[in-house]
């Protein structure tokens, strides 16, 4: 049987990003339908066609699916689920929100951030914030999945599946959407982005900040945060790197006066290469960076920008 | 408006995991425990209901192994009515799945008739991130996951909700089950009048069986292993220096 792949789509738009990296994980299990939900989902359905290893492209477009709210995006996709062996998804807070109430609609366990695929019912999923892999094998008759995209390349495009409309959705009326306050920015997405650039409680101020966001513009990077940043008001939530924010797994990983408790080491650790600026020589950052400098910030980071 | 708050037993957020070396999972004998650090979140932000009247009565709920009491004593310490220990398990080695832990939780919901659910987004043992909207899935319930807000409104509540890219807010109509994120709050420390005060307070013991609930896992765990480790790296002396070695490796 085929594999249903929920596309990541935002206000019309494909996270092309996170859903081809999800489709390279889903291929290894079979034929893989991707779909797409939305209010609008045209231009998303047409884009995942694109993907190579899609077969078919299944469009939903109603206006109660316009901004993911669970419920009838749930009830949309147990619809559709009986003809499909496994439901998965990339782990975003789109489908984590949704997919749990799937799997326990189809009475199945969620097996969330697959992060290694053994065979169609045999999955890896980190445990423990990343300390420990644990191998799991499924008995359900349907596999509901979410997949930790930094653990997968991305398909490449160069496709054109057939697009099909799907079923309208019911919608339960339980919820919902009243605003969304979105962070914009110029920068890459910051769980796609090939270069991270994060600072840490060590930044001291919001305007400390801009030491972070200058070196990060250098490299055409993604800016990211510690969980004490964030807390601190130095920078927004959704900027948080860890094991309660964003797992990124990018080429080049820059943590500035990040400490490297547990928690942060869990949404970076699995990145190419590290590089950690830190006062502190003690710091246990240290231990998973490739490339350290003990240094005050406010003197090596602009210098660091300036030289590269 | 009851409110039912499930709690978890979980190994302290600070203690460094041992994977045994038989790869049988994670070593959990000796280990210091602690209730789940967002379900502290979702205690404190029911008693915060509480005192502010929306909330009329606040009942603790924990799964899994009888020192999960503990951590149901933590909740009523920091304010909480009354507990309900759901005895699953023998050994704490066996973690109950959320499936399980959900249709149990429904079935205590079904008795108690809470107004609201509150719990954690995730428990920092197995990450799953599930239990909340399992919940609400086999309830017919609303949901409102990652909240950082929660304005309780007559029949209806506004949430903020953490989402990538930002926040979202949504109305949900009650009952619903609502999970929290970090940033909903900072728990209170239990004092020790309270502590002393919440060993007198309701505990009642249960069992899967008494609301229907086989716990047999459905994801058998074939292995737990430990991750890769990351080769030492070289420390820098200058800029310069740190330069040269990021040209090196060719990652600039």
């Keep these: 049987m085929a594999i249903l792949l929920i596309g990541e789509v935002t206000n019309g738009q494909l996270g092309l990003d996170a859903t081809a990296k999800a489709v390279t994980a889903a291929a290894k299990l079979g034929e893989v339908h991707v779909l797409c939900a939305g209010a609008s989902a045209r231009g998303a359905a047409e884009q995942a066609a694109q993907i190579q290893g899609v077969a078919k492209v299944l469009v939903a477009e109603d206006p109660a699916l316009g901004h993911r709210l669970a419920e009838p995006t749930a009830a949309l996709i147990v619809s559709l689920a009986s003809g499909y062996s496994h439901v998965v998804a990339p782990a975003t807070t789109d489908a984590k929100n949704v997919l749990p109430r799937v799997a326990a609609l189809l009475d199945v366990m969620v097996i969330s951030d697959v992060s290694g695929?053994?065979?169609?019912?045999?999955?890896?999923?980190?445990?423990?914030?990343?300390?420990?892999?644990?191998?799991?094998?499924?008995?359900?008759?349907?596999?509901?999945?979410?997949?930790?995209?930094?653990?997968?390349?991305?398909?490449?495009?160069?496709?054109?599946?057939?697009?099909?409309?799907?079923?309208?959705?019911?919608?339960?009326?339980?919820?919902?959407?009243?605003?969304?306050?979105?962070?914009?920015?110029?920068?890459?997405?910051?769980?796609?982005?090939?270069?991270?650039?994060?600072?840490?409680?060590?930044?001291?101020?919001?305007?400390?900040?801009?030491?972070?966001?200058?070196?990060?513009?250098?490299?055409?990077?993604?800016?990211?945060?510690?969980?004490?940043?964030?807390?601190?008001?130095?920078?927004?939530?959704?900027?948080?790197?860890?094991?309660?924010?964003?797992?990124?797994?990018?080429?080049?990983?820059?943590?500035?006066?990040?400490?490297?408790?547990?928690?942060?080491?869990?949404?970076?650790?699995?990145?190419?290469?590290?590089?950690?600026?830190n006062k502190d020589a003690e710091a246990p950052i240290f231990q998973v960076a490739d490339f350290g400098l003990v240094a005050d910030l406010f003197t090596a980071v602009p210098e660091l920008t300036e030289k590269l | 408006m009851k409110v039912l708050v499930p709690v978890k037993r979980v190994i302290d957020y600070n203690v460094k995991v041992r994977v045994r070396a038989d790869g049988s999972g994670v070593d959990l004998a000796n280990v210091k425990m602690s209730m789940n650090p967002f379900d502290e979140i979702a205690v404190e932000e029911a008693?915060?209901?509480?005192?502010?009247?929306?909330?009329?009565?606040?009942?603790?709920?924990?799964?899994?192994?009888?020192?999960?009491?503990?951590?149901?004593?933590?909740?009523?310490?920091?304010?909480?009515?009354?507990?309900?220990?759901?005895?699953?398990?023998?050994?704490?080695?066996?973690?109950?799945?959320?499936?399980?832990?959900?249709?149990?939780?429904?079935?205590?919901?079904?008795?108690?008739?809470?107004?609201?659910?509150?719990?954690g987004k995730q428990a920092i043992d197995n990450d799953m991130n599930a239990t909340g909207q399992m919940l609400a899935a086999l309830l017919g319930w609303a949901q409102a996951t990652f909240a950082s807000e929660l304005k309780v409104e007559g029949e209806e509540a506004t949430v903020t909700r953490e989402v990538d890219g930002g926040l979202q807010a949504i109305k949900v109509k009650m009952p619903a089950v609502v999970t929290v994120d970090l940033r909903m709050n900072e728990p209170r420390y239990a004092s020790l009048p309270n502590i002393m005060k919440a060993k007198k307070k309701p505990l009642e013991e249960k069992t899967p069986g008494d609301y229907g609930v086989d716990v047999t896992p459905r994801l058998r765990v074939v292995k737990t292993t430990e991750p890769a480790s990351r080769k030492a790296g070289v420390m820098a002396k200058s800029v310069d220096e740190l330069v040269d070695m990021l040209k090196g490796a060719g990652v600039v």
């Design chain 1, 117 to 277: 695929i053994q065979d169609a019912d045999t999955f890896e999923r980190p445990i423990y914030a990343g300390n420990a892999i644990q191998t799991v094998t499924s008995s359900d008759a349907i596999k509901v999945a979410t997949i930790r995209t930094a653990g997968f390349d991305a398909a490449p495009l160069g496709n054109a599946a057939p697009i099909e409309a799907a079923p309208g959705a019911t919608d339960p009326g339980l919820s919902q959407w009243i605003e969304d306050r979105t962070a914009h920015s110029g920068r890459p997405e910051l769980t796609s982005a090939p270069v991270v650039v994060s600072g840490g409680r060590g930044i001291g101020s919001k305007e400390g900040f801009e030491i972070v966001e200058a070196l990060a513009d250098k490299l055409g990077a993604a800016v990211g945060a510690s969980r004490a940043a964030v807390d601190a008001g130095y920078a927004p939530n959704d900027w948080q790197v860890g094991q309660t924010g964003k797992v990124v797994a990018p080429n080049l990983y820059v943590a500035l006066g990040i400490s490297g408790a547990i928690q942060h080491l869990a949404g970076m650790k699995d990145s190419k290469f590290i590089v950690a600026i």
């Design chain 2, 47 to 119: 008693i915060r209901l509480k005192e502010k009247g929306t909330a009329t009565e606040v009942v603790a709920v924990s799964i899994g192994v009888r020192q999960a009491q503990e951590t149901l004593r933590t909740a009523l310490a920091m304010g909480a009515d009354r507990a309900i220990l759901v005895l699953a398990s023998e050994d704490v080695h066996q973690d109950i799945e959320p499936l399980a832990v959900a249709k149990i939780l429904a079935g205590i919901v079904k008795e108690e008739s809470p107004g609201l659910v509150l719990c």
